[in-house]
């Protein structure tokens, strides 16, 4: 192709210039229609390795603050398992004023928090 042919190197401003020139459904007029698309779709391709980029940054942050909080969710659980099991009222049965009675049976204790 001759300079003036050279689609790829025009400005958008000289390819509509050509363009213009150019009788409908004619060759040089369908090469330009092209390259239009051509431009578009790598303008489309940037746009979207954007967006890729920014969300799989996102996706990232998301996996790491999960990750987090279930490590996170796991020692606070641990943590309380060990601490109730240390801390929890012992029951101890101790016979006291208040007793169940019922006919003809024993005392039972009454079963009091310490």
């Known amino acids: 192709?001759?300079?003036d042919d050279d689609l790829t190197a025009k400005t958008?401003?000289?390819?509509?210039?050509f363009q213009e020139r150019c009788f409908p459904n004619d060759a040089k007029h369908i090469l330009?229609?092209?390259?239009?698309?051509?431009r578009l779709m790598k303008e489309q391709h940037e746009?979207?390795?954007?967006i890729i980029k920014s969300q799989t940054k996102k996706i990232l942050i998301s996996a790491i603050i999960t990750a987090l909080s279930g490590i996170l969710g796991v020692l606070i659980g641990a943590f309380l398992t060990e601490y109730l099991i240390e801390h929890r009222p012992?029951?101890?049965?101790?016979?006291?004023q208040y007793t169940h009675?019922?006919?003809g049976e024993?005392?039972?204790p009454v079963y009091l928090h310490h």
């Not at 012992?90 to 006291?96: C, E, H, N, Y």
């Open 32 to 38: 330009a229609e092209k390259e239009w698309q051509r």
């Open 1 to 3: 192709m001759g300079t």
């Open 106 to 108: 024993k005392e039972s």
């Open 90 to 96: 012992i029951l101890k049965p101790q016979t006291s």
């Open 47 to 50: 746009l979207n390795k954007e």
């Open 101 to 103: 009675k019922g006919m």
């Open 12 to 17: 958008d401003k000289d390819l509509a210039t």
